[in-house]
């Protein structure tokens, strides 16, 4: 399974943007991010039907997962952004099924840079 995103890029506070990731993965998807100097963090995951989601506390309704097995992609819509949103935002997912949807993800891709002005 390999995974590509994508949809990072420079934004003011208070704006949009939208996130993708590529992965033909059955399992849950996860977004986490990584802010410089710091460790990765959960940001949200999806079940595989969609039907599940979770999210950190601190983006709580600002970040929306959502899934699209059709084409193979898992989104995270970022509304009302702030520069502590500012991270390398990477996707992932697992190799097995869990009702937990916070850890167990084992496979990486690349990270896409967020970055939040003020």
């Known amino acids: 399974v390999q995974l590509q995103a994508s949809g990072g890029g420079l934004v003011q506070a208070g704006g949009s943007l939208r996130l993708s990731c590529t992965s033909s993965?059955?399992?849950?998807m996860g977004w986490f991010r990584q802010a410089p100097g710091k460790e990765r963090n959960f940001v949200a995951a999806?079940?595989?039907?969609?039907?599940?989601?979770e999210y950190a506390d601190s983006v709580k309704g600002r970040f929306t997962i959502s899934r699209d097995n059709a084409k193979n992609t898992v989104y995270l819509q970022m509304s009302s952004l702030k520069p502590e949103d500012t991270a390398v935002y990477y996707c992932?997912?697992?190799?097995?099924?869990?009702?937990?949807?916070?850890?167990?993800?084992?496979?990486w891709g690349q990270g896409t840079q967020v970055t939040v002005s003020s």
């Open positions: 992932a997912t697992r190799t097995y099924y869990s009702g937990n949807l916070w850890d167990g993800y084992s496979v």
């Open positions: 993965s059955r399992y849950a």
């Open positions: 999806i079940s595989h039907s969609g039907a599940s989601t």
